[in-house]
């Protein structure tokens, strides 16, 4: 049965609220916007950034505090690129725009061999460009459309191939620390965005003009994630929820807890069982053991 258009009215109105409310709930958790500050958005034409957008600007005209939005496009010159598309929509919508034209296609295309992916050298050649701007028009905040989903296939991405336990902060400080970036998007749903985006007729640009794919391990990550919310919706909540809290002193980074130090009742010596690197032997056997050392080392001698 179709719904009545007062029913999908009703529904969009419940989505744009949560919407509303998990972008704000994020602002003020995380203090992603501040009074004064002038807001980069990144805006590359997919439903994840006309979405940030248009939040941002509802809640722009509501907020207690005043601050800045500047809607930037890198015009990265793929073949077939609808250059007409974004600048058309930013106008009928009002909004402060730039759009910067850099070729960064035939650099991409150059480098990176014929069948290989070439999402990452892309988005680092766009993020230096985009931080470049930011410093020369004195933008306080960077704000990308990654959302909860981004979040979690990140998460995995690092956990099964990169070995570490990390995902995309919703505030990130870049290394030259110049720069702060943010992610408005982060406590909300790819499915809720995609509504979005789909009920406001956004004029969506394809990520698929570069003729790249997405990402083999992502998509499988997509993919596992998917089946996952289908199985028990459930265990994607308690994923994420989980990223936001941590126990340190549950894990083995000895960087973020002192296990060493952990209920010793005397400095740890260095090198007493295991010889710390580039100390010799002489080193070793002269360091002070702690005062259970001996019962302990004794199970090593026979």
Known sequence: ???????????????????????????EEYNLIEAGDRVMVCLSGGKDSYTLLDI???????????FHIRA??????????PA??????????????DIIEQDTYSIVKRVIPEGRT???????????ILYRYAAEHGMTRIALGHHRDDILATLFLNLFHGGSLKAMPPKLLSDDGRHVVIRPLALCREIDIARYAEARAFPIIPC?????????ERRRIREMLDAWQRESPKRIENLFNAIGNVKPSHLMDSALHDFRGLGARATPAA????????????????AEPLPRAASLMSEFED
């Open 271 to 286: 090198g007493w069982l295991v010889p710390v690197p580039g100390m010799n032997e002489e080193e070793a056997d002269s």
């Open 72 to 81: 930037v496009n890198l015009d990265q010159k793929q073949p077939g690129f």
């Open 118 to 128: 070439t999402c990452g050298l892309c988005s680092r050649l766009r993020r230096g």
């Open 1 to 27: 049965m179709i719904p009545s258009r007062r029913e999908q009215d009703t529904e969009f109105a419940k989505l744009a609220k949560r919407l509303r409310r998990n972008v704000g709930r994020a602002i």
């Open 56 to 66: 941002l600007l509802e809640l722009q005209r509501k907020a207690p505090v005043s």
């Open 84 to 97: 007409h598309v974004l600048p058309e929509y930013l106008r009928s919508r009002g909004v402060e725009y």
């Open 208 to 216: 698929t003009l570069c003729g790249s794919q997405e990402h083999q």
